[in-house]
Every structure is written in structure tokens, then in C-alpha cells.
Nanobody, 111 residues
Framework: QVQLVESGGGLVQAGGSLRLDCAVS????????MHWYRQAPGKQRELVAT???????NYADSVGGRFTISRDNAKNTVYLQMNSLKPEDTAVYYC?????WGKGTLVTVSS
């Protein structure tokens, strides 16, 4: 079956960095567009970043210039490098492809 497993979340001070990983199995990873979403407490889930099978990327305005999405097709893994983190980046971060979601990883940014 399809599985997406996120890791790398945690507590970080404002201005710090984290890298999130999403390991994917059960699909032909190399042809899949991959997405990172996040959901902050009391807010709707929002799209953060997308990377296509060809490597094209797109970002939400709120994270552009600070976050970088990348992929390693040999490892069936997508990454989200998050720099210059702000308290408003606090959320559960989810990996998604097609109709499949991971369970999420919590990122908490302290001020």
C-alpha cells in the first residue's frame, strides 16, 4: 500500500532551521508531484510547497525565499528545508501525493 512517513519536526527557536523528510513507498515516486502542506492550530490546512516530477518548484508567498523543497528519486524521499523560521510557521506539516497523505510532523517555533 501507499505510505508517506514524515520526520524531522521538533522545537526550534525563531531564526533557526529544520529539515523535514518524507519517505514514500507504494508508488512510482519519480513520476509523482510531491507537496508539503501545513496546518496551524485553529487554521485550515494550507499548501506550502510543490515539486513536480521534473523538478519544478512552487511556494506559498509566506515561505518563499525561506523554504526549499527538493527530492531524491533514488531514495523515494522529498525534503523541506526550512530556514529563518518564525513563530507563525508553527504547525503540523504533512506530505502529500495524489490522494495520499502522511500523518504529519509537528514543527514548533518559539519566539
Amino acid at each position: 500500500q501507499v505510505q508517506l512517513v514524515e520526520s524531522g519536526g521538533g522545537l526550534v527557536q525563531a531564526g533557526g532551521s529544520l529539515r523535514l523528510d518524507c519517505a514514500v513507498s507504494g508508488i512510482i515516486f519519480s513520476i509523482a508531484s510531491m507537496h508539503w502542506y501545513r496546518q496551524a492550530p485553529g487554521k485550515q490546512r494550507e499548501l506550502v510547497a510543490t515539486i513536480t516530477s521534473g523538478g519544478s518548484t512552487n511556494y506559498a508567498d509566506s515561505v518563499g525565499g525561506r523554504f526549499t523543497i527538493s527530492r531524491d528519486n533514488a531514495k523515494n524521499t522529498v525534503y523541506l528545508q526550512m530556514n529563518s523560521l518564525k513563530p507563525e510557521d508553527t504547525a503540523v506539516y504533512y506530505c502529500k501525493t495524489w490522494a495520499y497523505w502522511g500523518k504529519g510532523t509537528l514543527v514548533t517555533v518559539s519566539s
